[in-house]
């Protein structure tokens, strides 16, 4: 089965650029869809086919996709992006990342 | 405006059943790919099971032969029926609408916890 690789957590300064990774065999043929899930909160939607954002979603948040790692950008970091970030792909169903802790400092 | 309202969490027994509901609003179930995902205390997002519009359904091995996916077409509902749970089952379980085309969760509900324990 398919697998997604992320770091376990990704520290950012306060208004400095995060960029949270995700690992997969060849994932740049796959479409790649980004999650955020704040604490007690359902995951929402930020980022889907690699980089396209939601009408709701700020313009800081942006994604790229190639080869064998896709990346979710986050520019001048808030404190509110603080959240556990999650990355997806379907194969033959859905397929998650482990889930990336992202701090502000 | 598209919404997911769950209900039907709780604390069951090992090997007990339990089934889940979630209402969806602002758009219709049986024309949507819709999905069960769990997430497990701490832990990361799981996926469980998805229903096609045709009704075919696909399950993750974890849960395969214990759990089944239906939907009410006249109350715009989707049931998840869980049976012979196991303590590994314990989890917030979140139904969520599939983007069909690019396969993606584009509407979550809010999540109901199912605790598993004697």
């Known amino acids: 089965s398919y697998e997604l690789t992320q770091p376990l957590s990704v520290s950012v300064a306060l208004g400095q650029t995060a960029r949270i990774t995700c690992g997969g065999n060849?994932?740049?043929?796959?479409?790649v869809h980004w999650y955020q899930q704040k604490p007690g909160q359902a995951p929402v939607m930020v980022i889907y086919?690699?980089?396209n954002r939601p009408s709701r979603i700020p313009e800081r948040f942006s994604g790229s996709n190639s080869g064998n790692t896709a990346t979710l950008t986050i520019n001048r970091a808030q404190a509110g992006d603080e959240a556990d970030y999650y990355c997806?792909?379907?194969?033959?169903?859905?397929?998650f990342g482990g889930g990336t802790k992202l701090t502000v400092l | 405006e598209v919404q997911l309202v769950q209900s039907g969490g709780g604390l069951i027994q090992p090997g007990g059943s339990l089934r889940l509901s979630c209402a969806a609003s602002?758009?219709?179930?049986?024309?949507?790919?819709m999905s069960w995902v769990r997430q497990a205390p701490g832990k990361g997002l799981e996926w469980v099971s998805v229903?096609?519009?045709?009704?075919?359904?696909s399950f993750a091995d974890s849960v395969k032969g214990r759990f089944t996916v239906s939907r009410d077409n006249s109350k715009n509902t989707l049931f998840l029926q869980m049976n012979s749970l196991r303590a590994e089952d314990t989890a917030v379980y979140y139904c969520?609408?599939?983007?069909?085309?690019?396969?993606?969760?584009?509407?979550w509900g809010q999540g109901t916890l199912v605790t598993v324990s004697s």
């Open positions: 229903i096609y519009t045709a009704g075919d359904t």
């Open positions: 060849n994932i740049g043929s796959q479409n």
């Open positions: 602002g758009f219709t179930v049986s024309t949507n790919y």
């Open positions: 969520a609408r599939i983007q069909d085309t690019f396969n993606y969760f584009d509407y």
């Open positions: 086919r690699d980089n």
């Open positions: 997806q792909v379907w194969d033959s169903s859905a397929v």
